[in-house]
């Protein structure tokens, strides 16, 4: 069975992206926001298996809404994917509980490694 | 293209760094037609590094696929990638290297090829063209070391020129540098600001034309069907410009960070129009950056708070 992912990023460009990328592979796309209120909403509608967040996004960013996520299910998987490598950025969001960090711009390749790795690892 | 400002110091100087095919056209030797097919004919037949290894069965479909992502997170060359993998050897590398630079197509013999001008007049422009360089760069080079603020203005310089060539496939060359009390704004405006330690804005301006080709580049990049690329700015152009300009601030950041800067930067935003001009804070001044590409340039802007002396300053390679 297909792994459900929701993606959250303010970018249609970068929606683009994630899609073409899960595109013919184990991954199915069930849902797409594009800011941190759309990704808790839609996180709690479709309970996906794992969570693609952007972080600066408008209304909420995506360090608030990983925190707020987890703080509705802590088991919730989630891989941040930001241009944004700053120590401050990357320390907070792995220690507020996400499972990994993708810099943008990434290759299909290098994702999908972190998507696959994070599932091997629950 | 806008007029340079009253106290650009010659920021969009006559001649100044250019590529080869913009001194041509400067110089009325060749028309824009002649240009952009010749630049076609070269990117049809001149072949990557790693097409070549493939074709010669030295490298498989995985390991190019593997250096292609290694290289996103360093500058360094395919080629170097490769060797330090053990994908080849360092004497294989040489063999792909002089026989990829013996097949290349330079835009000189492009231009020859397809009949718009003779050897002769090819090699003495050129040899014109580069002592006209290195005067040009040399004095860009000076600008930059009067410029304050000058880790945040090297590290946009290099992300800009980085991502251009990483995403829109586009290389890109330093032409001026001013510190100004204005934008000089193109058509199209995308900026971002930045909060925290260090307080900055980064603008990037652009003509219709450049943004088409950059918004391009990168939706190829990304699987978009060649009969669905936006032929008009359109949202997703726009889309693309401010996700650009967010990408290449967000490594600006990265990098200020390793010299434990604190920032956060807002979501980015677009304006259109060459009257576009935000207004300063008092005191801040706005450090203005011109790039060259083979089809055009590109504005970009820095705003920040005065330079203080505490902070450090790194050379730009
Ligand atoms: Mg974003």
Not at chain 1, 32 to 44: F, M, R, S, T
Not at chain 1, 81 to 105: N, Y
Not at chain 2, 187 to 204: H, I, K, N, S
Not at chain 2, 288 to 313: H, K, M, Q, W, Y
Request: charged fraction near 25%.
């Amino acid at each position: 069975m297909a792994h459900r992912v929701l993606a959250v990023d303010d970018s249609l460009l970068m929606h683009k992206a994630i899609a073409s990328t899960l595109r013919d592979t184990e991954f199915e796309l069930v849902a797409q926001g594009k800011n941190g209120e759309e990704a808790v909403e839609l996180y709690v509608e479709h309970r996906p298996d794992l969570v693609l967040m952007d972080i600066v996004m408008p209304k909420l960013s995506g360090k608030e809404a990983l925190k707020k996520i987890l703080a509705l299910d802590p088991s919730a998987r989630v891989i941040m994917i930001s241009s944004l490598g700053t120590d401050d950025a990357v320390t907070e969001c792995l220690q507020a509980g996400a499972r990994r960090f993708v810099q943008k711009p990434f290759e299909s390749q290098q994702l999908l490694n972190a998507m696959r790795s994070v599932l091997r690892h629950p | 293209m806008s007029e340079p400002s009253p106290d650009s110091e010659g920021a969009v100087a006559v001649g100044g760094v250019q590529f080869f095919g913009q001194y041509l056209l400067a110089k009325g030797l060749i028309g824009p037609e002649a240009l952009r097919e010749a630049l076609d004919y070269q990117r049809s037949v001149n072949i990557p590094l790693g097409a070549l290894a493939l074709s010669k069965g030295l490298l498989t479909e995985k390991q190019v696929l593997h250096v292609h992502t290694e290289q996103r997170r360093s500058d360094r060359m395919f080629g170097e990638i490769a060797v330090l993998k053990g994908f080849m050897t360092r004497q294989q590398l040489d063999e792909l290297l002089r026989e990829q630079k013996e097949a290349r197509v330079l835009l000189g013999d492009a231009l020859v090829r397809k009949g718009y001008l003779s050897w002769e007049k090819v090699a003495e422009a050129y040899k014109n063209y580069q002592a006209e360089q290195a005067q040009a760069e040399a004095q860009v080079q000076r600008r930059l070391q009067r410029i304050p603020n000058r880790l945040l203005v090297d590290s946009v310089i290099q992300m800009s020129t980085r991502m251009l060539l990483r995403m829109g496939g586009q290389v890109s060359k330093l032409a001026a540098v001013a510190q100004e009390t204005r934008l000089l704004p193109r058509e199209y405006t995308f900026w971002q600001e930045v909060e925290g330690d260090l307080p900055f804005a980064y603008y990037l301006s652009i003509g219709t034309p450049e943004l088409l080709a950059l918004a391009h580049a990168i939706l190829r990049a990304v699987g978009e069907p060649e009969e669905d690329l936006p032929q008009d700015v359109d949202l997703l152009v726009l889309d693309v410009g401010k996700e650009f300009v967010n990408i290449v601030v967000g490594h600006v950041c990265t990098r200020l960070s390793h010299d434990g800067f604190s920032t956060m930067p807002l979501p980015p935003d677009h304006a259109e129009g060459e009257d576009f001009s935000p207004t300063l804070q008092p005191g801040a001044s706005s450090i203005n950056v011109r790039l060259v590409l083979p089809l055009g340039d590109v504005a970009i802007s820095i705003r920040c708070e005065p330079s203080r002396e505490d902070f450090p300053t790194t050379r730009i390679r």
